[in-house]
């Protein structure tokens, strides 16, 4: 097939002018007085907030919500945060059910309060009491009294006000630490802290970074600056490294000295660097 000589004969460049994007573009451009290029940048910036906040794929039993970043600080007004669009999961029949069976309408509202809290911050977002009485339709009050009840039960629920509570107590990241140097598994500190394994090992990666400037000497300043962690958080985690570094703590061991190859990495490496070697001659 022969191309034709001319390929605006048919005036493609004035029909592709027409599409809705081209139309969108010169509306911002005349309603904000705006040049082509600018409009064009506007465009395709709104464009990827909506592939964010709008276009959402959901399983079946879940919900999007619109959840404040965990990195927000307390005070701020909250039409001017950062909002996270969630995925949660508010009805999942492997659990549901049988909850409701055992514990009744409450014991559900419940245990869906700790399952929606949980994924909110596993996707770096924390949801407020109004926020999970909405989700869950019922009062605000209502929450605060099944969090109240939970702590109760040794479960810790993050909430944002949980996370901006600047009040007196160590922070919820240093006692899950410490669960972890106290022996407990994984899957307990999840069941005690109402936390993910990936936020527990979050939390760990944080004090491994903080424990090993520690260990070369850099002082709390200089670790607040280089982590990028608050003040009170890097004092805490100093104080708990120096308690179970004094006491020789097993586990804080492993986790801040590094670990020599084992033989059978080592021969995989040799082999394929031998390997390596022939491909290259």
Known sequence: MVKLPNRDSYGIKRLESKTAKNAIIQKLATDF??????????????????QE????????????????SAEEPAGKHIRLT???TLKLKLMDINTDFEVLANYGLAGLRRHRLERITRQAYDQNALLSYEDISMILTTSPATIKRDVAL???????????????????GISHKTSIIELYFKGYTFTEIETKTNHSELSVKRYLADFIQIASLLK????????????QKSDRLVREY???????????????ID????????DDAKKKSSISYSRGGKNNE
């Open 33 to 50: 007085n705006l040049t082509p290029i600018i409009a064009e940048a506007y465009y395709s910036q709104v464009s990827h907030y909506f």
């Open 53 to 68: 906040h709008s276009n959402v794929k959901l399983s079946s039993g879940e919900v999007s919500y619109e959840g404040v």
């Open 82 to 84: 950062r909002k996270v």
């Open 150 to 168: 939970l702590k109760k039960q040794g479960k810790f629920i993050m909430t944002r006000g949980a996370k901006l509570d600047m009040g007196p």
């Open 216 to 227: 070369q000497k850099f002082t709390l300043n200089q670790i607040r600056l280089i982590a």
């Open 238 to 252: 100093a104080q708990l490294y120096q308690y179970y570094s004094e006491i020789n703590n097993q586990r804080l």
């Open 255 to 262: 986790l801040i000295t590094p670990k020599s190859p084992s």
